[in-house]
Structure formats: structure tokens, C-alpha cells
């Protein structure tokens, strides 16, 4: 086989220390993009309220102006009907008299026009302050997570994001250690086996799925010292020679 016992064991315990490496560097990379991604999604979350409160305000604002515009017109109005009825009062012409009496009658029917339109936009007013008031303190029940939802976890991504490229540098380090084209196969499965890649078959059986190897395959694993792949799982198959010890364990 061109590789001795203890030659074997050592590859063997390379793997398993850079799969041991793997896992921890897994964890860390999946733990920052869950806090990272769960920050962002809450972020999103905030800004759509603070966009509709933003919208809703603007709407209202505009609303309050076109009010307090259309109370200055009455005002205005008003002011003329006061001056046309005095003005009657003096006419000394059925001809002025007319012309005033028409110039009333259009003012009633524009203050009455003018009345329904602000009675419109009075109700419209009122609407938006409520579903205003709604969105605001959904927002504002928003705003007192933030920093438990955004600040929080995004420091926390930060310090486990330092030191990650020398772990990876220290990664690439074990993994020249081993042979080429085991080290792929195994960086193959690690990723296809969610963070396991070699195992141990024991007593006849694949360790990663529990499923039986053929006799023949566990007679040539515990015979032949080298690698191979469980039929089940594909996973990275090795017998290892139990110790005294890790025998009297598995038997207890
Ligand atoms: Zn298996």
C-alpha cells in the first residue's frame, strides 16, 4: 500500500484535526451571518415603518395646509359678504341692487361649495391622525429594539469577524498537510454533509450514518489501513486499532 500503519494514522489525524478546525470555523462563520442577517431583515423592518411614517406625516401636513388655506378663504369670503350686505343698504338703483343681490347669492353658493370641501378634507384629516397614530407606535415599539435587534448583534458579527483571515490562513496551513486530492474530497463532503466528513467505522458500521458495512469493506478497512467511502453516506470512511483503553470503554 506504500503507506505504513503510523503513516496512516497520521493522515488520519490530520483530517480529523482539520475537520475538528472546520467545524469550529463554521460555526463562527454561520453565527456571524445569522446575527448580521437577522440585523439586516430587522433593519429593513425599521425603515419601512419610518418610510410610512414619513409618508403618512407629509400627507397629513399637506391636508393641515389645504385646511388652514380653505379657513382663510371663508374667512375672506365672509369678509366680502358682510361688505356686499352693508353695501345693499346704500344702493339707490334697483340696478346696483340686482348686481349686489347676484354677487350674494354667488358668495352663499361658494361658501356652501367650499364648506363641503373642507368638511372632505376635515374627514380625510382625520383619518390619516389616527392611522398615523398607529404607525407611529408600532414604530416607536420598533425603535426600542434596536439596539437589542441591530447594534447588538452587529458588534457581536464584528468581534467574531476579527481574526477570521488568520484562522482561515491557519485553516489553509492543516490542510497542506494532506494529500491533495483526499483534502478535496473530504472539502467536498464536509459542505455536502452540513460539517461531517470522515468518520469511523466501528464494529461494522459507518459511525456518520449507522448504516452496516459489508463485511468484505470493513475487513479490507481494518486490513488495508486507507480510506475509503461509506456506500450509504459517502462520507470518509477509516478503522482505527482501538487502544486498551478506548476498548474498555466502548465495552463498559
Ligand atoms: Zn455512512
Redesign the pocket.
Known amino acids: 500500500m506504500g503507506t505504513t500503519d503510523q503513516e496512516f494514522e497520521a493522515e488520519i489525524d490530520r483530517l480529523a484535526a482539520l475537520q475538528d478546525f472546520d467545524r469550529k470555523l463554521k460555526e463562527r462563520v454561520d453565527r456571524v451571518e445569522v446575527l448580521t442577517g437577522g440585523a439586516d431583515e430587522f433593519e429593513a423592518k425599521v425603515i419601512r415603518r419610518r418610510t410610512a411614517v414619513a409618508e403618512l406625516t407629509q400627507q397629513r401636513d399637506s391636508l393641515a395646509k389645504q385646511r388652514t388655506e380653505m379657513d382663510g378663504q371663508l374667512e375672506v369670503d365672509g369678509g366680502r359678504m358682510r361688505d356686499n350686505r352693508m353695501r345693499m343698504s346704500r344702493v339707490k338703483t334697483d340696478r346696483e341692487l340686482m348686481a349686489i343681490q347676484r354677487e350674494i347669492d354667488l358668495g352663499k353658493e361658494a361658501k356652501a361649495q367650499l364648506e363641503e370641501e373642507l368638511l372632505v378634507v376635515m374627514d380625510s384629516l382625520e383619518k390619516i391622525n389616527v392611522q398615523l397614530a398607529e404607525e407611529e407606535e408600532a414604530l416607536a415599539e420598533l425603535e426600542t429594539e434596536v439596539a437589542a435587534r441591530i447594534t447588538v448583534p452587529r458588534s457581536e458579527a464584528t468581534e467574531l469577524s476579527q481574526g477570521l483571515d488568520a484562522e482561515k490562513a491557519r485553516r489553509e496551513e492543516l490542510a497542506a498537510g494532506i494529500d491533495a486530492s483526499l483534502c478535496r474530497k473530504y472539502e467536498q463532503i464536509f459542505q455536502q454533509r452540513s460539517g461531517t466528513a470522515v ?1 469511523e467505522a466501528r464494529n461494522g458500521i ?1 459511525t ?2 449507522r ?1 452496516s458495512l459489508r463485511p468484505q469493506l470493513f475487513n479490507e478497512l481494518q486490513r488495508y489501513k486507507e480510506v475509503r467511502q ?1 456506500p ?4 470518509i ?1 477509516f478503522y482505527r486499532d482501538r487502544t486498551a483503553e478506548e476498548a474498555a470503554e466502548e465495552t463498559a
Open positions: 468518520v459507518c456518520g450514518c448504516m461509506c450509504s453516506c459517502h462520507r470512511i
